[in-house]
């Protein structure tokens, strides 16, 4: 299956996932590495956290096709390279998306069958508390992703799943993906999909 995990910014989706590869069952996913234009924040590293692309480099990658979906977010592009999409599938592993909403949408107009899991915070409170706790942005840059997580908020109907990511229990988050992911592809075996 093709599975995407998304959420507004700062809701936890990398931890989760590093959490959610470890887990029993889990290990054998493809987790897509994505790429982007943005600067490499501390502790990153290329390849592994995101492919790090010039601009140009980027949209030399989107003209010929490389990347599933793309988007511009909080001034940085972001994409899913296809071809690690097109190799987990072919391998009968499931792929599995860290994207925005923006990206998502494209996914799910893309490939129907694919499978939407949206990450929430408890609060806006708590998703304020965690970015602010993070460092990574300017104050003008922090007020930009609230704003932005509002809205993506309000789009969360659009997934198949939601899943609260309570402070605290990043096991428990991931392990109810997991489950997810185990539910549907043994309820739904036309899910499987091809790019």
């Given at each position: 299956?093709?599975?995407?995990?998304?959420?507004?910014?700062?809701?936890?989706?990398?931890?989760?996932?590093?959490?959610?590869?470890?887990?029993?069952?889990?290990?054998?996913?493809?987790?897509?590495?994505?790429?982007?234009?943005?600067?490499?924040?501390?502790?990153?590293?290329?390849?592994?956290?995101?492919?790090?692309?010039?601009?140009?480099?980027f949209?030399?990658?989107?003209?010929?096709?490389?990347?599933l979906?793309?988007?511009e977010?909080?001034?940085?592009w972001y994409?899913?390279?296809?071809?690690?999409?097109?190799?987990?599938?072919?391998?009968?592993?499931?792929?599995?998306?860290?994207?925005?909403?923006?990206?998502?949408?494209?996914?799910?107009?893309?490939?129907?069958?694919?499978?939407?899991?949206?990450?929430?915070?408890?609060?806006?409170?708590?998703?304020?508390?965690?970015?602010?706790?993070?460092?990574?942005?300017?104050?003008?840059?922090?007020?930009?992703?609230?704003?932005?997580?509002?809205?993506?908020?309000?789009?969360?109907?659009?997934?198949?799943?939601?899943?609260?990511?309570?402070?605290?229990?990043?096991?428990?988050?991931?392990?109810?993906?997991?489950?997810?992911?185990?539910?549907?592809?043994?309820?739904?075996?036309?899910?499987?999909?091809?790019?």
């Open positions: 299956m093709l599975v995407v995990v998304s959420g507004p910014s700062g809701v936890g989706k990398d931890t989760i996932l590093e959490v959610l590869r470890q887990l029993p069952g889990h290990t054998g996913h493809h987790y897509v590495v994505t790429c982007t234009t943005r600067a490499r924040r501390p502790g990153e590293i290329d390849g592994v956290s995101y492919h790090f692309l010039e601009p140009a480099e949209l030399a990658l989107r003209a010929r096709g490389g990347l979906e793309a988007n977010v909080h001034g940085n994409g899913t390279p296809r071809q690690q999409v097109v190799d987990a599938l072919a391998a009968g592993r499931h792929a599995l998306l860290k994207i925005d909403v923006q990206g998502a949408g494209v996914i799910r107009a893309r490939v129907p069958d694919a499978l939407l899991i949206f990450v929430v915070p408890p609060s806006i409170e708590t998703l304020a508390g965690r970015l602010k706790g993070r460092a990574t942005e300017t104050d003008a840059q922090l007020e930009e992703r609230l704003r932005n997580a509002a809205d993506e908020l309000a789009r969360q109907h659009d997934y198949d799943y939601v899943v609260v990511n309570e402070t605290g229990q990043l096991t428990g988050t991931a392990e109810r993906i997991g489950e997810i992911i185990d539910i549907e592809a043994a309820r739904h075996a036309e899910r499987r999909v091809r790019i």
